[in-house]
């Protein structure tokens, strides 16, 4: 208990609220980049065999995790 009001007053932590607020605006960012995906990746796909097309797909969607994957900013 001790070590919990420490950590309060020195600000090591974060409400719950806000934890859950960070988690649901990433949740949005990471569902609209994949929800655009076909608008953004239709232009470069055309002319485009399977494979190639299999290849873009696959360096977007990384993009996006990688993306995605980075440490949420402190508030």
Same mark, same amino acid.
């Given at each position: 208990? !001790?070590? &919990? =009001? +420490?950590?309060?007053?020195?600000?090591?932590?974060?409400?719950? %609220? +806000? +934890?859950?607020?960070?988690? $649901?605006?990433? $949740?949005? !960012? +990471?569902? %609209?980049?994949? /929800?655009? &995906? #076909?608008?953004? &990746?239709?232009?470069? /796909?055309? #002319?485009? @065999? $399977?494979?190639?097309? !299999? @290849?873009?797909? #696959?360096?977007? =969607?990384?993009?996006?995790? &990688?993306?995605?994957?980075? !440490?949420?900013?402190? =508030?």
């Amino acid at each position: 208990r !001790e070590t &919990l =009001t +420490v950590s309060k007053l020195k600000k090591e932590l974060i409400s719950r %609220q +806000v +934890v859950e607020d960070m988690f $649901a605006d990433r $949740a949005r !960012e +990471v569902k %609209q980049s994949i /929800l655009s &995906l #076909g608008r953004r &990746l239709a232009p470069r /796909l055309l #002319g485009m @065999n $399977a494979r190639e097309i !299999e @290849n873009e797909i #696959g360096k977007e =969607t990384r993009r996006i995790c &990688l993306d995605y994957s980075r !440490e949420i900013p402190k =508030t």
